[in-house]
């Protein structure tokens, strides 16, 4: 994709949705935390069903950690990996209240030494609750970024770079979103929608869905 297609891709996506946000529900940096450590292969509208009475009873880091293993996972048990995922989250409450005054750290190094967090879910959490123009690069942005010509890769990572480059600096903030909400509803993994997509004459796919 040419460097004029890009920019011209993003004035599309943008001008459709100038505020594009997260589907998924959270209050505070730390609620969102959780809830991206726990969308792990699973839907966001199953983690907010979940996080639900989660946020409400234990709303922070501290109140989380106090519900110990067990209760927490009575919670959750509705997410696929849920007892994986409990494990995590107590020890990431623990750890950011014990050693982070309770409070997300605006750090990549810090946020990946939590228990499940890795790279993806750290460039959410700098990107939505810090602002930076981080694009997290999961299975509906890696599908978008190699379909449309836009990043080709092989694998997470090089997708990644490679868009860090090909999206204008003006639009890199809300790129990662623009991305993620194409992949999920238009650009989908079995019949993408080309007919309503907004940007079908820039995309490079050859196998167009009419």
Known sequence: ??????????????AGNPEPATELAYATPFQLLVAV??????TDRGVNLATRALFRDAPSPQAIASLGEPRLA???????????KAKNVLATARIISELHGGDVPHD?????ALPGVGRKTANVVLNVVFGEPTIAVDTHIF???????????????????????????????????WLILLGRYTCKARKPDCPACRIRDLCQFKEKTQ
């Open 143 to 177: 599908r978008v970024a190699n379909r449309t010509g836009l990043a080709p890769g092989k694998d997470v990572r090089t997708v990644e770079d490679k868009l860090l480059r090909a999206v204008p600096a003006e639009f890199r903030n809300h790129a990662h979103h």
């Open 74 to 84: 009575d919670y959750i048990k509705t997410i696929g990996l849920y007892k994986t």
């Open 37 to 42: 450590i726990l969308s792990a292969q699973a």
């Open 108 to 112: 990549r190094a810090a946020l990946e």
């Open 1 to 14: 994709m040419t460097p004029a297609a890009r920019r011209e891709m993003f004035s599309r996506l943008s």
